[in-house]
């Protein structure tokens, strides 16, 4: 089993920036991929970004992509998300999420389906 929990998140004005932290603790992997996916009130929960646990290969959705970093520290066991240039629409629970198969298609890891253990969210809201 692996638990993840996430931190970090918070109410920011627009254009501002937060980091958020996922802890994993538990059986411990070096395979497939960590990820981010939020849910927006009323919508459908969205890849944010991943990133390979061995090569660090990072991925990123189109909405994120040049405001959003995700990394690593494997000697912490956290994943981080580095969000910039926040907008309203970025407003949503926050989910740090961890894939133990090495998918050799990236596109793979922008599916929810494809995680095996999930944190519990962080809200971030971000004001007009």
């Known amino acids: 089993q692996v638990q993840l929990a996430e931190s970090g998140g918070g109410l920011v004005q627009a254009g501002g920036s937060l980091r958020l932290s996922c802890l994993a603790s538990?059986?411990?992997?070096?395979?497939?991929?960590m990820g981010w996916f939020r849910q927006g009130p009323g919508k459908e929960r969205e890849f944010v970004a991943a990133?390979?646990?061995?090569?660090?290969?990072?991925y990123y959705s189109d909405s994120v992509k040049d405001r959003f970093t995700i990394s690593k520290d494997n000697a912490k066991n956290t994943v981080y998300l580095q969000m910039n240039s926040l907008k309203p629409e970025d407003t949503a629970v926050y989910y740090c999420?961890?894939?133990?198969?090495?998918?050799?298609?990236?596109?793979?890891?922008?599916?929810?389906?494809?995680?095996?253990?999930w944190g519990q969210g962080t809200q971030v809201t971000v004001s007009s």
């Open positions: 990133i390979r646990r061995s090569a660090g290969n990072t």
């Open positions: 538990g059986r411990s992997f070096s395979s497939g991929a």
């Open positions: 999420a961890a894939s133990i198969p090495s998918y050799y298609v990236s596109s793979a890891y922008a599916r929810w389906e494809n995680y095996d253990y």
